[in-house]
């Protein structure tokens, strides 16, 4: 039993413990190999060269990576690294002769040689095909033949042979047999009718009817197939046309298919060689504002030159018309003969003119002359007895005959063309004609004009002159003294807007001098301001400096008066024209800015007590509502003066309760300025005279009040759409709705009643939008700060830090930068360090080598001085 037991049940046992056995004294053999190998690479160091890091508080369990230092290793590691790359840059810095390979795909590891190669192939062929030769001027130029270019290969399908190629007519076999060993030296010489041989004539005759045979065929050959190739390129055309007539109604296809709608380029340009209609004419280039400034200069000089000539009485040359090479004289018409007759007298042609004024002049003579004749009769006489005794020495005397008589010539060509001057001078001073020409030339306004030195000078070219005589002046005087044709002419500019404005101010004066007495002065503004607008343009710094000038003078003056009245129409001229010359729409801008500070000074302090301080109001207003509708700025002195002179047309005897802001006042006279008298049933808009700034009328009518009333109500209603954007704009215009509450409309016509009622309407609309109410933002409720200390935990060695997350983050990344730039400042100085122990070891080395080079030296010539002595000894 004990043995079956042991082989039986305990056998199992025995086979089966051995093989647990045996595996765990397999992993304890391998791991103690590992072990042993790991102990046997790992590397020993030198004792001496291993550096222990002590740390001040030694926590047991703490594992630190930093306790053990190798600084030799490190370093040997850096040496090795800096020669590997500072080292070697430092070696090559003063190098320039760097091989650079710059082919194809050379650097990119990933391309295909089959693709290189293909590449490289093609960049070749590319770079020898733009090559041109240097000498070949027109490499670009086409040369072309009857709208061909010549390198086409049809070319000679379009060009007919020359004479000189007409041997290409013929074919070969015509020519073997005929020219070159034919003829007379075949066999076959005889004719088919006789047996004879023909004779060299005939046989040349022959030849010559049978070459032009030939030739006549193939030109009429080539000529049928080049009309066969016109007629299917024309019928090609057609075809592309049919081809796209998708959208082409039957009309149009029907039109196609009889005659093709592409013309010939050449048919069209002959068509518009020969087009007198203007459409093949050339366009004149558009000029340049210097350019027509020039011209004009030039026209109006021209223009002078002649009327001076009309003023001195001279003849104005006609304008002759000049002929071009083109002009066919289509439209000349012989009017009549002009031929004359040719004659002279004392050796000199006459024309028709100067015939007319010796005739003038002989008839003058006339008389005289007749007189001269019977006191002369005696001395003839006289004269004819002396002559018979001399008639000896005719022959003689006949050189000094000829000679008297030249003289005599001569004479009386001086004394008729001093007699004829005289005539012309009496004609032309008794020519009544000619004496209208010149006054008429003299009352003309000259086309030229200098700038003159003052302002006396320049007052004096606008005297007795109408507005549109002054117009014409300042035209010209600008045009020719333009800063474009001198640059001088800058200054010259300046100097006329200097005078114009001081023009205005004369002009829109109480006690104005007009240029002409029975013209107003304000009829001249608006000859003068687009001058000024002109000259701005040419010279924007220097007119903004004067104009600013008379802004500060008009300013100075209000200023005495503490803002009390309203200036005069002089003063608002300029405040107008600052407008036109210069952007209000700008936010801060040196010119408007004053302007618009200067209108609401006037509008927040000046009283409104009487008609002409009303009309000076309400023209602020719509100044400055002008100039604000571009920028819509929010004024509060121009809505201030609206519900003034609204409060001003309230009839109700206690309307203390109504809103009213200084300047008005409610207990002044003028706070029912403009209540109505009497019920109105008519109105019709007008415009408030602009002289009415310079009047001090009193007496106010009833239409006068409701044109202002309406106007007050026009005005609100622009502002209402200019400030509609402004989100206080129901605030502002609050006590504009309690006025028009408290209107009186039973008085005032039906276009008023409708105007109020609609600016009600739309002050509610802008009221109901109402305004979001301000709210506190809502934030988290802060502790009270409690006298407590500040205790910190510290886990780990580490003190925990306190913060937001961004304030964390930005500390951790400075001191993480902290620590890089002390790296870095570590590594440039063992860089710097390395480097100059290289230039040492550099600089021994040459040292040591220049030793090295002297030592021979200095031995060679100890022994050269040696062999010297035993030579001298010897």
């Known amino acids: 039993m004990d043995g079956d037991d042991e082989h039986g049940r305990n056998g199992q046992i025995v086979t089966f413990v051995p093989v647990i056995m045996a595996k765990k004294k397999a992993s304890q053999f391998k791991r103690k190999a590992t072990q042993s190998a790991g102990k046997k690479n790992e590397k020993k160091h030198n004792p001496f060269e291993v550096h222990i890091n002590r740390v001040k508080h030694d926590v047991i369990g703490r594992k630190n990576k930093n306790d053990i230092g190798l600084p030799g290793i490190s370093r040997a590691k850096a040496v090795k690294k800096r020669e590997k790359t500072l080292l070697q840059e430092y070696k090559h810095s003063y190098k320039s002769n760097v091989f650079l390979d710059r082919r194809i795909g050379e650097h990119n590891p990933r391309m295909d040689p089959e693709k290189k190669i293909a590449l490289r192939t093609a960049a070749e062929k590319k770079r020898q095909f733009s090559k041109k030769s240097l000498f070949n001027l027109n490499d670009d130029e086409e040369l072309t033949h009857g709208g061909l270019v010549l390198n086409d290969t049809n070319i000679n399908d379009r060009i007919q042979n020359s004479d000189d190629e007409d041997d290409n007519m013929l074919d070969a076999k015509f020519v073997k047999e005929q020219h070159f060993g034919g003829g007379l030296f075949t066999k076959r010489g005889a004719s088919e009718d006789t047996d004879k041989p023909k004779s060299k004539k005939e046989w040349i005759d022959d030849m010559i009817a049978e070459s032009k045979k030939k030739k006549a065929e193939s030109r009429k050959e080539k000529d049928e197939q080049y009309e066969a190739v016109a007629k299917l390129d024309s019928e090609l055309q057609t075809f592309m046309k049919l081809m796209a007539s998708q959208t082409l109604t039957d009309d149009d296809k029907d039109k196609a298919k009889k005659s093709g709608e592409f013309r010939d380029y050449d048919s069209l340009v002959r068509e518009l060689e020969f087009d007198r209609s203007g459409k093949a004419r050339a366009v004149e280039k558009l000029k340049t504002p210097e350019q027509l400034i020039k011209e004009e200069r030039d026209r109006l000089l021209a223009l002078e030159a002649e009327r001076v000539r009309r003023m001195k009485g001279e003849k104005v040359k006609e304008n002759t018309k000049s002929y071009s090479a083109d002009d066919l004289d289509d439209g000349f018409m012989i009017e009549g003969d002009d031929n004359y007759h040719v004659s002279y007298k004392d050796g000199k042609i006459l024309t028709t003119a100067s015939q007319e004024e010796m005739d003038q002049g002989e008839r003058d003579e006339e008389e005289g002359e007749k007189e001269e004749d019977t006191e002369n009769m005696g001395e003839e006489d006289d004269d004819e007895g002396d002559g018979a005794n001399d008639d000896e020495n005719d022959d003689d005397d006949e050189s000094d005959k000829y000679s008297d008589i030249l003289e005599d010539s001569a004479s009386e060509e001086e004394d008729n063309d001093i007699q004829t001057v005289k005539n012309k001078t009496s004609k032309s001073m008794n020519d ?107 010279s924007q710094a220097n007119s903004a400096k004067s104009f600013l000038q008379v802004l500060d003078e008009k300013h100075a003056d209000c200023s005495n008066m503490k803002f009390k009245r309203y200036p005069l129409a002089n003063t608002f001229v300029f405040l107008k024209i600052g407008g036109m010359l210069f952007p209000p729409s700008d936010f801060i801008h040196p010119v408007m800015t004053p302007v618009l500070t200067f209108l609401t000074h006037l509008l927040g302090q000046a009283r409104v007590a009487t008609k002409r301080e009303v009309t000076a109001a309400l023209f602020t ?73 310079n009047s001090d009328e009193d007496d106010l009518d009833d239409e006068f009040k409701i044109n202002i009333i309406y106007k007050v109500i026009k005005s609100i209603k622009q502002l209402c759409c200019c400030w509609s954007e402004v989100p206080s704009v129901h605030s502002i215009l609050t006590p504009t709705y309690q006025l028009l509450k408290h209107f009186h409309l039973e008085l005032y016509p039906t276009c008023v009643r409708e105007s109020v009622q609609k600016l009600l309407a739309s002050i509610e609309h802008l009221q109901t939008q109402g305004l979001v109410p ?24 580490k003190l925990k830090r306190h913060g937001t997350k961004e304030y964390l983050e930005k500390q951790r990344l400075l001191h993480k930068l902290k620590r890089e730039r002390k790296g870095a ?16 070891a550099e600089t021994l080395q040459r040292d040591a080598e220049r030793a090295k080079k002297m030592r021979q030296i200095m031995s060679e010539l100890q022994l050269q001085e040696g062999e010297v002595k035993k030579m001298k000894k010897k």
Not at 517 to 528: F, L, P, R
Not at 624 to 651: Q, T
Not at 774 to 797: F, Q, R, S, Y
């Open 432 to 538: 009544p004609q000619k004496k209208e020409r010149m006054e008429a030339a003299k009352k003309e306004i000259p086309y030229t004009f200098e700038v003159p030195q003052d302002y006396d000078a320049f007052w004096c070219l606008l005297e007795n002159r109408s507005p549109s005589d002054v117009n014409i002046i300042l035209d010209r005087m600008i045009t020719c003294n333009h800063t474009t044709l001198g640059a001088t002419n800058k200054d010259k500019c300046d100097d006329i807007f200097a005078y114009l404005l001081q023009t205005l101010h004369m002009l829109t004066d109480v006690d104005s001098d007009s240029p002409i007495t029975s013209i107003s002065g304000m009829e001249y503004v608006d000859a003068i301001i687009p001058h000024l607008y002109t000259l701005t343009h040419l």
């Open 621 to 693: 207003a719509h100044l400055l509502l002008e100039y604000l509708s571009a920028s819509k700025r929010f004024v509060p002195e121009l809505m201030n003066l609206f519900n003034g002179l609204l409060y001003m047309a309230i009839p109700d005897q206690n309307k203390a309760h109504l809103p009213l802001s200084p300047p008005f006042k409610r207990s002044s006279p003028a706070a029912m300025l403009l209540v109505l008298e009497s019920e109105v049933a008519e109105y019709t808009e007008s415009k408030l005279p602009f002289r009415s700034l």
């Open 774 to 797: 301000l709210v506190k933002e809502e934030k988290k409720p802060v502790t009270i700060a409690m006298m407590e200390p500040a205790i910190e935990k510290i886990i780990d060695g």
């Open 825 to 840: 400042r570590r590594e440039i100085q063992q860089d710097n360090v390395f480097m100059a122990r290289q230039k040492l």
